[in-house]
Structure formats: C-alpha cells, structure tokens
Nanobody, 126 residues
Framework: HVQLVESGGGSVQHGGSLTLSCAASPSTYNNHCMGWFRQVQGTRREAVARIDGSGQFTFYHDSVKGRFTISRADNTLYLQMNGLKPEDTAMYYC??????????????????????WGQGTQVTVS
C-alpha cells in the first residue's frame, strides 16, 4: 500500500509560480507511474500531467503544456507550475499506480486508472 502526501499549495497572483510536492511511502521510484490531477468543486477530476516510473517520459494536458513541469526524484513527485492563471485554481492531487498497470505512454491516464491518492493541496490564483 502506497501513502501519498502533497504539499506546496497556496495563493499566488496571475503569472506567479508554485511547486507542488508529493511524498510517497514507500518509494514509488521505478515501480509506479504517477500523475497530477486537479479538481474544482462540483466538477470532475482532471488529469494534468503524467510521468513514468523512471521519470524519463512525461505527458501533459494541453492547457498546461509549456507552463507546468512534472518530475520525480527518489520518493518525491513534483509539479513546477509557472505562468499561473486564475483558471488553474483547483485542489491538486497526486496519484500512483504500479507500473505494470499503467498502459502505454503518450496519453494521460484517467482518475479511475490510479489506485493510490493523496489528500490534495489547494492552489488559488487571483
């Protein structure tokens, strides 16, 4: 069983930056793919970015390409967010899935495809 704990959310102005972190226990490096999602209350959870077990392959939602960067090191997943816009305001969640169940690269996985989730961290852009 994997436990995920997000941190790094907060309030920033339009154009600002934030870095979200997701600590995994035990480490998911090289054995789980991971993703970041976001959700506005009353709407569906939206996939933002995905990374494979090694950290070599990444994939992004069109709305964040060129602004967000997903990365991982040891037992921590990151989401560097630059050029933040008000429409990026949401609760952000990290998720993990054993690599053998992650399917092909080059697409974002849906929320139901991940077994492990963090509690979320709020990002507010004004």
């Amino acid at each position: 069983h994997v436990q995920l704990v997000e941190s790094g959310g907060g309030s920033v102005q339009h154009g600002g930056s934030l870095t979200l972190s997701c600590a995994a226990s035990p480490s998911t490096y090289n054995n789980h793919c991971m993703g970041w999602f976001r959700q506005v209350q009353g709407t569906r959870r939206e996939a933002v970015a995905r990374i494979d077990g090694s950290g070599q392959f990444t994939f992004y939602h069109d709305s964040v390409k060129g602004r967000f960067t997903i990365s991982r090191a040891d037992n921590t997943l990151y989401l560097q967010m630059n050029g933040l816009k008000p429409e990026d305001t949401a609760m952000y969640y990290c998720a993990a899935q054993p690599s053998e169940y992650c399917g092909g690269l080059g697409v974002l996985m849906e929320s139901y495809q991940y077994n492990y989730w963090g509690q979320g961290t709020q990002v507010t852009v004004s």
